[in-house]
């Protein structure tokens, strides 16, 4: 079955831009999906399709896609980001469905 | 308001059973496929299963295949998972979560906050 990458730990400087990407074959037949994770908390829906914001999430985080590759950029990263990030999508291989998650991505907020 | 909560989790020794449930409202839930997701301790989030929304499809991870059975019942808004042949590596905590697959993508949108499945003797 196919997997989805992600490094595992990111950190950024207060205010600062930062890219959490995600690998996967399976991005090159569909979007990417990706959600925050605080501790204790259940995930939480940041960035769908090709960069759609569900209501109530901040505008900067953004998301984009090139080939294998899917990216979630957060534009001046505010201590509240501080939490693992979790891509997810379909799985393009075999003929029946089936969803993968990467591993997901601890962000620190310096 | 949208909401899922879970319920059914608890200690069960391997080999036992286990059905978990997820009471769904605020939104026209027989519209909406619906997923179960799993995390166990410290780890990351693995996918478990899902079903269309008249129930008539369902899918599984191959970790799960033959073992458990998700199921709906519309007319109660409630999704549901039986878990049979437990093992230890099912521990973990079970999230539904609300499907929302659309030309545009689609994604996990709304989540329960989850019942914690312990399996040990």
Not at chain 1, 81 to 108: I, M, P, Q, W
Not at chain 2, 42 to 58: D, F, H, N, Q, R
């Amino acid at each position: 079955s196919s997997e989805l990458t992600q490094d595992p730990a990111v950190s950024v400087a207060l205010g600062q831009t930062v890219r959490i990407t995600c690998q996967g074959d399976s991005l090159r037949s569909y979007y990417a999906s990706w959600y925050q994770q605080k501790p204790g908390q259940a995930p939480v829906l940041v960035i769908y399709g090709k960069n759609n914001r569900p209501s109530g999430i901040p505008d900067r985080f953004s998301g984009s896609s090139s080939g294998n590759t899917a990216s979630l950029t957060i534009t001046g990263a505010q201590a509240e980001d501080e939490a693992d990030y979790y891509c997810n999508s379909r799985d393009s291989s075999g003929n029946h469905l089936n969803v993968v998650f990467g591993g997901g991505t601890k962000l620190t907020v310096l | 308001e949208v909401q899922l909560l879970e319920s059914g989790g608890g200690l069960v020794q391997p080999g036992g059973s286990l059905r978990l449930s997820c009471a769904a409202s605020g939104f026209t839930f027989s519209s909406y496929a619906m997923s179960w997701v799993r995390q166990a301790p410290g780890k990351g989030l693995e996918w478990v299963s899902a079903i269309s929304g008249s129930g008539g499809s369902t899918y599984y991870a191959d970790s799960v295949k033959g073992r458990f059975t998700i199921s709906r019942d519309n007319s109660k808004n409630t999704l549901y998972l039986q878990m049979n042949s437990l093992r230890a590596e099912d521990t973990a905590v079970y999230y539904c979560a609300k499907w929302d697959i659309t030309t545009s993508g689609d994604a996990f949108d709304i989540w329960g906050q989850g019942t914690m499945v312990t399996v040990s003797s």
